[in-house]
């Protein structure tokens, strides 16, 4: 058989892990040849691949980023473009393709599927947002950046007496800021689930340092909103993409908070860093389950569905129930983050 893997959509931490348990398993288990399309969706309509073979995946575990690259192209949004992929794998001769991506390539991935195409997604995003797994793979991978980089704003606050606003990806979940915010201990944690009241914000903190401390952390998903009729009125800027604009709620909140509360406040923005750089030995182990049960999924016949973690057990889900749906973070686990600040 001849297999097709693409990755779309942003960068994170353990795509090539992914691929190269697609390559070895498609080579090695069943005598597959294995090409990967560049840039996502874009090299799918244009014909843009190359060979992939285990040779060229040697070494490759430890390395963040993607050997096939990756672009926001959405072939489902392109006029003609879902034709085009068709037509490339057709003329290709493609049996059977490999998905990697978040809602956006996994969402086209649907549409490929119900052509005729055989297709299988692999969840990916730091944002762990996917509907109908537990993690999906960067995510890992970027609490745990987002994590140390709490820890180490800590000492400088105390040393300080300033307030720290950490501004991290989430656009429109706050998986990122509750982790890492739970996990780092910080004071405030501010998420797209929950609108926030700064003066509530301000109160809480302005309490904080006149009862027992000297410093405040502050974790900020980048999608956190004013909770409408409050005080604050702020309009997330986005770019001509339609992603957030960093930077935008963690400026606005950090001179929020200095004015009303009269602390000395730094704004610290982590934006791609969570994105890169080697993935942890999670990410590299859910990738490579993924990516072996994405092949054996593919000679068991099965097609339009998606590789899932579901109580530590790989699992498969429809794409048709999963795609362009959204996991929030749960009512429980916000309670928790809630609950220790």
């Not at 879902?82 to 057709?90: C, G, K, Q, T, Y």
């Not at 689930?193 to 301000?202: L, N, S, T, W, Y």
């Not at 889900?317 to 983050?337: F, M, S």
């Amino acid at each position: 058989m001849r297999v097709g893997v693409l990755t779309g959509g942003g960068d994170c931490p353990g795509l090539n892990a992914a691929i190269r348990a697609v390559v070895k398993r498609a080579e090695l288990e069943y005598g597959d040849s294995v090409i990967g399309f560049k840039n996502g969706w874009r090299g799918a309509a244009e014909g843009d691949f190359m060979p992939l073979t285990r040779s060229q995946l040697r070494n490759m575990l430890p390395s963040g980023g993607t050997i096939l690259g990756t672009a926001r192209f959405h072939p489902s949004r392109k006029d003609g473009s879902l034709e085009r992929v068709a037509r490339v794998l057709e003329a290709e001769r493609v049996e059977a393709l490999v998905c990697i991506g978040g809602d956006g390539t996994l969402k086209a991935a649907n549409r490929v599927s119900q052509s005729g195409v055989k297709v299988v997604g692999i969840p990916k995003t730091i944002d762990n947002d996917v509907v109908g797994t537990e993690l999906s793979i960067g995510f890992h991978t970027g609490v745990s950046i987002a994590t140390e980089a709490i820890d180490r704003l800590h000492t400088t606050a105390e040393s300080h007496n300033r307030i720290m606003v950490v501004e991290v990806m989430g656009h429109h979940a706050g998986w990122i800021a509750v982790g890492a915010g739970i996990a780092g201990g910080a004071d405030v944690i501010l998420i797209p689930e929950v609108p926030f009241d700064i003066d509530e914000v301000a109160d809480h903190l302005s309490h904080r340092h006149r009862s027992h401390a000297n410093f405040s952390i502050v974790a900020v998903a980048e999608g956190a909103v004013p909770a409408p009729g409050t005080s604050m009125d702020f309009s997330t800027p986005m770019d001509s993409h339609g992603s957030i604009i960093a930077g935008s709620i963690g400026s606005r909140i950090g001179a929020e908070i200095a004015s009303r509360t009269g602390f000395e406040t730094r704004v610290t923005v982590l934006g791609h860093v969570q994105r890169g750089g080697t993935p942890t030995a999670s990410d590299r182990i859910l990738g490579s389950r993924f990516g072996v049960a994405a092949v054996d999924a593919i000679h068991a016949g099965r097609s339009g569905v998606m590789t899932a973690l579901e109580t530590e057990k790989i699992a498969l889900v429809p794409l048709k129930d999963i795609a362009g749906k959204l996991k929030t973070v749960p009512d429980d686990l916000i309670a928790v983050a809630q609950g220790l600040v």
